[in-house]
């Protein structure tokens, strides 16, 4: 496995602004994904973040509202913009790593965010 | 209909009986299939992965898989209370690299 790091860890926002995490790993990936956790809810995959281009959204997931940045194999970032209180989530970026017989993801401690 | 559907629970079994956890999936194109288990205001942990019809046993956990029925399920023996979480269902929907459509999860509750 690997070890995943997110900051802030959790943060109370008012509606309008923007927040951004980071998703730090101690060794190079490929692979780096975010995710949200509604309250209650399973996880919903936002986009991959790709190493030197722009990342893939989900259908309903939109580069404006979720920028996303990886500028290299260990690090990569994602902006919650012009936040509601809808956004209120816990957000999770996550790493895929080789295995034996398949590749698998690893998920780092996440972001709880709430917005007022 | 959902993609990954899993019974919510919660799933209540003594301590020390076996807790079966279930999984069906819609798309037949899948090809790997996991199980994470989740505690209370934690991220997901890995427990099993599986991708070949059949079971996989890993200590305490077996994952079973079939893929003619488009079915996955965990079990766990000898139940603990530290085994008290919901466990996720994740399936693998990518060709050629990975994409994860995940359940909503199954609430297991282990009483001593």
């Known amino acids: 496995s690997a070890v995943i790091s997110q900051k802030p860890s959790r943060d109370i926002c008012q509606r309008g602004t923007s927040l951004t995490i980071q998703c730090q790993v101690d060794?190079?990936?490929?692979?780096m994904f975010w995710y949200r956790q509604q309250p209650g809810q399973s996880l919903t995959l936002i986009a991959t973040a790709n190493q030197g281009s722009e990342a893939t959204y989900e259908s309903g997931f939109v580069i404006d509202k979720f920028p996303i940045s990886r500028p290299n194999l260990t690090f990569s970032t994602l902006t919650v913009s012009n936040m509601s209180p809808e956004d209120s989530s816990i957000y999770l970026c996550?790493?895929?790593?080789?295995?034996?017989?398949?590749?698998?993801?690893?998920f780092g401690p996440g972001t709880r965010l709430t917005v007022l | 209909q959902k993609e990954v559907e899993q019974n919510s629970g919660p799933l209540s079994v003594p301590e020390g009986a076996i807790a079966s956890l279930n999984c069906t999936y819609s798309?037949?194109?899948?090809?790997?299939f996991f199980w994470y288990r989740q505690y209370s205001g934690k991220s997901p942990e890995l427990i099993m992965s599986i991708y070949s019809n059949g079971d996989k046993e890993d200590g305490r956990f077996t994952a079973q898989l079939n893929k003619a029925s488009q079915y996955v399920s965990l079990l766990i023996r000898d139940s603990q209370p530290s085994d008290s979480a919901t466990y996720l269902c994740a399936v693998n929907r990518g060709t050629g690299f990975q994409k994860l459509v995940f359940g909503t999860g199954t609430r297991l509750l282990v009483s001593p």
């Open positions: 060794s190079q990936v490929t692979m």
């Open positions: 798309d037949r194109g899948s090809q790997s």
């Open positions: 996550s790493v895929l790593l080789a295995g034996g017989t398949t590749d698998t993801q690893y």
